[in-house]
């Protein structure tokens, strides 16, 4: 079981920073993927980011250029520095995690979201 909590969720203006931050605890693989997404109101949910634990990394167009996904694996921490804030990044942002175990078993697991609003 691996359980994730996001946090730094906060109202910005438009054009600011923050750094949301996924911690990770419990039974994780050394084969995991976690990935950032968002999900607005009337929208359906969607992915933001993801880094792999071989180092690979990919983003929706519309953050390229704005937002970066990094992992701290010491600290089993999944970070999304997020610049240039506009109001349609307005969402509940979660994480969630993907691991590949030894005995062939996926497993993925949800964080409870954090809040970001972005204001015009």
């Known amino acids: 079981h691996v359980q994730l909590v996001e946090s730094g969720g906060a109202l910005v203006p438009t054009g600011g920073s923050l750094i949301l931050s996924c911690a990770a605890s419990g039974s994780i693989s050394s084969r995991n993927s976690i990935g950032w997404y968002r999900q607005a109101p009337g929208k359906q949910r969607e992915l933001v980011a993801q880094?792999?634990?071989?180092?690979?990394?990919k983003y929706v167009d519309s953050v390229k250029g704005r937002f970066t996904i990094s992992r701290d694996n010491a600290k089993k921490t999944v970070y999304l520095q997020m610049n240039s804030l506009k109001p349609e990044d307005t969402a509940v942002y979660y994480c969630?995690?993907?691991?590949?175990?030894?005995?062939?078993?996926?497993?993925?697991?949800w964080g409870q979201g954090t809040q970001v609003t972005v204001s015009s």
């Open positions: 969630k995690y993907e691991g590949d175990y030894s005995d062939g078993t996926v497993y993925k697991y």
């Open positions: 880094s792999t634990s071989d180092g690979s990394t």
